[in-house]
C-alpha cells in the first residue's frame, strides 16, 4: 500500500510539474503532502533579514526537496515595500526579489505558496459591519497589491498557488467573506484557472474554515486552508499533556474539515501547524508526528511552522535539520506508534511501542545517547512490540525511535521519545517497601532454577514480572503474603531459552529491576 501511494504521488507531481499539464487544486492535493513554511523571513518587518534570519537562498530548496519536502509556503508582507499612495505601485526590488525565490522553489519541483502575511494595515480597519472611507482606502491598496501580484505570475507554473490573506484577525466575519470574493475576482482577471487559497476571520482555524462562506462554488481552482497550534495552550505556550489530549484535538480538526471538503467539494490544507520548543520533549514529538499521521489519513496536505527560532526545523545557517525533519518525512499511518518510555531502575530502560504494519521483516530500535546522533542500536522481529536496554548510565539523557526499511525502500520511522536517567534515577532508601537479601549477590548464572530471596519491612504486596532481553514478559511470580518479614521465591526457567534475562519487583509505586543470567 506505501509503494502505491508513493507511485501516485511520483506520478502526480511529475505530471504536474514537468509536463505543465494544467491541475486542479483536487489533483494538488494530492501532490503536496509534506510541506513546510519559511517563515520570519519575507514576511518580516521592515527587511527580510529583520527578524534574525539569513536571507533565502537558493540551496534551501533543493535541501528541502532532497529531505523529501514536496511543498513550501513563502509568507510574504507587502506593507513595507508597497507606495501608500496611488497608484500603490510594489517596490520593483521586492517583487523581483519574491520572484526569484518563487522560481527557485519551481526549479526544484515544489509546490509554492505565497500570500499577503502580517497586513495589519489592512485587517485593524475592516473590524466593523461596515468599510469607512480609511478602510476603502485600505481596500483599494490591497487590491492594488493583488493586481500586480496575479499580474507578474500570470504565466508562472500552476504549481504556484495565491492565498489571499493570511490570519485576518481582527477582522470581521463578514468582511473577510467579502474580501475573499473581491481579491478572487482580481486575481480571476489574469489568472482564471491559478488556484486560489483562503480561510475563515479570526486565526484561520478549522472553525471559522467551515463557517466562511465559498467565494465562488464554481471553480475547481479554490483551496480552503486552516491554521492548528492545538491543542491550545500546549502548542503555543509549551508545557506538559497528555497524549489522548493531542490525538483527539488534532484529529477532531481534521475530520471537521474533512466532512466539509467532503460536502463541498473542496479540498482543505493546514497551512501552519507546530509546537513550541518549551513543550515537553515527548508529548511535543508526538504532537508532530500525529499531525502527519493524521494528515496523511485524511488526505490533508500539512505544512509545518518553521521560523528560524521557537519552532525551528531548518537551520538556514548550517543548512542542517533537526529531528523533527525526521518525523515529517518519515511518518506514514503504518509507522509504529504509541512510543512509551520508562526507568525500570537505575540500570535499565524499557522501551514499549505498537507496530502497524504486517509487511516489515525486522525492526530497527536506533539510540541516541545525549547531545549525540542517532544509531542503530538492535535489530529485533516484527512482532515485537517492547526492549529492555541494560547498557545505560546515571545522568544521562537517552532518545529511542524505531525505523521500519519496507521492501519498496520506503522508510518508515516513529517519533523520538527520550529519559532523563539523572532526572529519574530511583535510589534505594532505608524507607523503601522492598529490601533485597540475595545470596551471592545475584543468583546468577542459573539452570534452569534459582530462588530470589529479599526482605519486607514493612506491610506490602510484592510483584516479580521476569522480560527477556527484547523486554516481552515472560513470567509473573507473586508473593501473597503482605505481611514483614524475609521471604524466597522460586523461579522455574526450564521452558526458557539460554540468555540474560532482568526480574523486576514491584511494591506500590517503588520497584527495582535486577538481572538474570539462564546458561543451560
Not at 526537496?65 to 509556503?73: D, L, P, T
Amino acid at each position: 500500500m506505501i509503494k502505491h501511494l508513493f507511485i501516485t504521488a511520483l506520478f502526480l507531481i511529475i505530471t504536474a510539474i514537468n509536463l505543465k499539464a494544467q491541475i486542479t487544486s483536487q489533483e494538488a492535493v494530492k501532490g503536496m503532502t509534506r510541506g513546510i513554511n519559511i517563515g520570519n523571513s519575507l514576511d518580516a518587518s521592515p527587511t527580510e533579514t529583520s527578524w534574525g534570519n539569513p536571507p533565502i537562498v537558493e540551496s534551501y530548496f533543493a535541501n528541502l526537496k532532497k529531505a523529501g519536502f514536496n511543498a513550501v509556503r513563502i509568507p510574504i508582507t507587502w506593507n513595507d515595500h508597497t507606495m501608500f499612495t496611488l497608484p500603490y505601485t510594489i517596490d520593483s526590488d521586492f517583487i523581483v526579489r519574491v520572484d526569484t525565490v518563487v522560481h527557485w522553489a519551481l526549479e526544484n519541483h515544489l509546490f509554492v505558496i505565497i500570500n499577503a502575511h502580517h497586513e495589519a494595515w489592512l485587517k485593524s480597519v475592516l473590524t466593523g459591519s461596515s468599510v469607512s472611507a480609511s478602510a476603502s482606502d485600505s481596500l483599494a491598496r490591497f487590491d492594488s497589491i493583488w493586481s500586480q501580484i496575479a499580474a507578474h505570475f500570470k504565466n508562472a507554473s500552476d504549481s504556484l498557488i495565491f492565498e489571499i490573506l493570511n490570519e485576518p484577525y481582527p477582522m470581521s466575519e463578514s468582511n473577510v467573506n467579502a474580501l475573499n470574493v473581491r481579491e478572487l475576482k482580481i486575481i480571476r482577471q489574469t489568472n482564471p484557472t491559478r488556484i486560489v487559497s483562503y480561510s475563515g476571520y479570526m486565526w484561520s482555524n478549522s472553525d471559522q474554515l467551515v463557517t466562511a462562506a465559498i467565494p465562488d462554488t464554481s471553480t475547481r481552482y479554490l483551496i480552503g486552508y486552516y491554521h492548528s497550534y492545538d491543542p491550545y495552550p500546549f502548542g503555543l505556550n509549551g508545557g506538559d499533556t497528555t497524549d489522548s489530549a493531542i490525538y483527539n484535538v488534532i484529529k477532531g480538526k481534521l475530520d471537521q474539515v474533512s466532512a466539509w471538503s467532503k460536502k463541498t467539494g473542496i479540498p482543505v490544507i493546514l497551512g501552519e501547524f507546530g509546537f513550541v520548543k518549551n513543550c515537553a520533549y515527548n508529548p511535543r514529538m508526538y504532537a508532530y508526528a500525529t499531525v502527519m499521521d493524521q494528515a496523511l489519513q485524511h488526505g490533508v496536505p500539512a505544512f509545518v511552522w518553521d521560523d528560524g527560532g521557537n519552532f525551528a526545523i531548518y537551520n538556514r545557517a548550517t543548512s542542517s535539520f533537526n529531528e523533527i525533519k525526521d518525523i515529517l518525512i518519515y511518518t506514514f499511518p503504518e509507522s509504529p506508534n504509541g512510543v512509551k518510555i520508562s526507568q525500570l531502575s537505575g540500570t535499565s530502560i524499557l522501551l514499549q511501542w505498537q507496530n502497524r504494519n504486517t509487511e516489515s521483516d525486522s525492526i530497527i530500535i536506533q539510540r541516541r545517547v545525549g547531545n549525540g546522533s542517532f544509531i542503530d542500536y538492535l535489530k529485533v522481529a516484527p512482532n515485537v512490540s517492547q526492549f529492555i536496554d541494560s547498557s545505560i548510565s546515571l545522568q544521562t539523557s537517552y532518545y529511542y525511535r524505531l525505523k521500519i526499511i519496507m521492501k519498496d525502500s520506503v522508510v518508515l520511522e516513529s517519533y523520538p521519545v527520550m529519559i532523563n536517567i539523572a532526572a529519574t534515577a530511583i535510589i534505594q532508601t532505608d524507607n523503601a517497601p522492598i529490601k533485597f537479601e540475595l545470596s551471592n549477590n545475584y543468583p546468577n548464572p542459573f539452570n534452569p532454577a534459582t530462588t530470589i530471596n529479599y526482605s519486607v519491612p514493612k506491610t506490602s504486596f510484592v510483584t516479580i514480572r521476569v522480560y527477556d532481553f527484547l523486554g516481552r514478559e515472560v513470567a509473573t511470580l507473586v508473593n501473597e503474603e503482605k505481611t514483614a518479614g524475609n521471604y524466597k521465591i522460586h523461579f522455574n526457567a526450564s521452558n526458557l531459552a539460554s540468555g540474560i534475562y532482568f526480574y523486576r519487583m514491584q511494591a506500590g509505586n517503588f520497584f527495582e529491576t535486577k538481572k538474570l543470567i539462564l546458561l543451560k
